[in-house]
């Protein structure tokens, strides 16, 4: 059974650091490029951080590049999320989600496998 596990999310003031963790089971992530999404109350879900199958190559949306890390560790089946300087634009519910093949990691439909998400709320 295909299982994307988030956590690590909660309520933190702006400024603040979360580190998201998302464990997977069913299947070996190595062959996967993994992604972080968000989505905020009445807008649509956006791309957060991809990485690519070792770790080499990170991509980020332009609203946390430089604040957020992506990372993964295939040994373990995990990929994290490391947030610092978050906002409160920043809170949404996040998800995890993993990309088989060559599809932009950046698209929404390119993923085939998506956890139940994680909420992230940061005061101002």
């Known amino acids: 059974q295909v299982q994307l596990v988030e956590s690590g999310g909660g309520l933190v003031q702006a400024g603040g650091s979360l580190r998201l963790s998302c464990a997977v089971s069913g299947f070996t992530i190595n062959n996967y490029r993994m992604g972080w999404f968000r989505q905020a109350p009445g807008k649509e879900r956006e791309f957060v951080a991809g990485?690519?199958?070792?770790?080499?190559?990170?991509y980020y949306g332009d609203s946390v590049k430089g604040r957020f890390t992506i990372s993964r560790d295939n040994a373990k089946n995990l990929v994290a999320l490391q947030m610092n300087s978050l906002k409160p634009e920043d809170t949404a519910v996040y998800y995890c989600?993993?990309?088989?093949?060559?599809?932009?990691?950046?698209?929404?439909?390119?993923?085939?496998?998506w956890g139940q998400g994680t909420q992230v709320t940061v005061s101002s």
């Open positions: 990485v690519d199958w070792s770790g080499t190559y990170t």
């Open positions: 989600a993993a990309l088989s093949g060559y599809g932009n990691i950046r698209t929404m439909s390119a993923y085939n496998y």
